[in-house]
């Protein structure tokens, strides 16, 4: 059983490379032959397509009534969409960040996370409160779609040329088979892997309750993970980060909307929700702002402290869920020493970011001038 249980996670971390490699090549080629930023097909392509596992996950759950699974889902899988993805990818490649992100999707980001929580207030989110979610997915596509297209083709194939260094014509047929399969590659790739390392933690005599905090919710992720450490890794910047706030977004847009519909009873906010895991959902998406604000640019460094924040929060989850008598030590720590170091730190970020792009801003006036 054990060798089987290896069997299974090698050829998951194998299909995941394998179909991340495939995914990226296509989605990059049918940006620059469609005239469409590498940005956009990140946020749209790439991280609907990744985020398969959530959908597919969620609304079985809450169609088949089992609701708290369908939210726990994905309010887990955004968390780790922000620390575990962008925090692997910037150790991968730093990462620098389109303005793009700046100026409109983490603030959408930032948005629905924070509407999230106000729609669950009463306890539940509903079919008519899904069906506007739903509704707000499809505005946000066809406004990425317009602004991309008004980019005129010449800069569009620029920036191709400048992050990818290749041709960006080709059969478009082709190219929609390789994000084709590289999409089922990674779906096939995340179940064998979970399942692989389900069947090793069970082996080992790890409890349910740490397999399912940690390798499950992990696992739904792992297509997100292995795109966008490919994308830091090829270069192809726009992708790897266009890929985890896309993912978020979709996540809260259209597969809380979907499960919500589908969800005869709506989807249940427990207090536990709305009380812990929603705030930290919303916290980890404005921190996105600052670090996304200063310098456009998410470094190593960066990258490691989400990591950490990430096992911080997996920690927690452990303690209160087992009723450790560490948790209320915890807590005081994280609550009282960690969290407002990390606000304090995030609103310098954010100052010396204004103060740099104030310079920049300048300096281009001056050379403008002088020019």
Known sequence: MTWTAIGFLVLGVALLVWGAELLVRGASRIAGAAGVTPLVIGLTVVSFGTSSPELAVSVASAYRGEADLALGNIVGSNIANILVILGLSALAAPLVVAHQLVRFDVPVMIGISILTLLLGLDGSIGRIEGIILFIGVIFYVVHLIRQSRRRTAPDVEAEYQEEFGGEVTGPMWKNIALVV????????????????????????????????????????????????????????????????????????????????????????????????DLPVMIGVAVACFPLFFHGYRIGRLTGLVFLVFYASYVLHMVLNATDHDALGSYETVMGGVVLPATALVLVILMVLGFRARKERIAESAALSRDG
């Open 181 to 276: 399969l590289g999409l089922a590659a990674l779906v096939g790739g995340s179940h064998w892997l979970v399942e692989g390392a389900v069947s090793i933690a069970r082996w080992l005599k790890v409890s349910e309750l740490v397999i399912g905090l940690t390798v499950v919710a992990i696992g739904t992720s792992m297509p997100e993970i292995a795109t966008s450490v490919v994308a830091a890794l090829r270069g192809e910047r726009d992708i790897a980060v266009g890929n985890a706030v896309g993912s978020n977004i979709f996540n809260i847009l259209c597969v809380l909307g979907m499960s919500s519909i589908v969800c005869p009873s709506g989807i249940p906010v427990p207090a536990a929700a709305r009380h812990f």
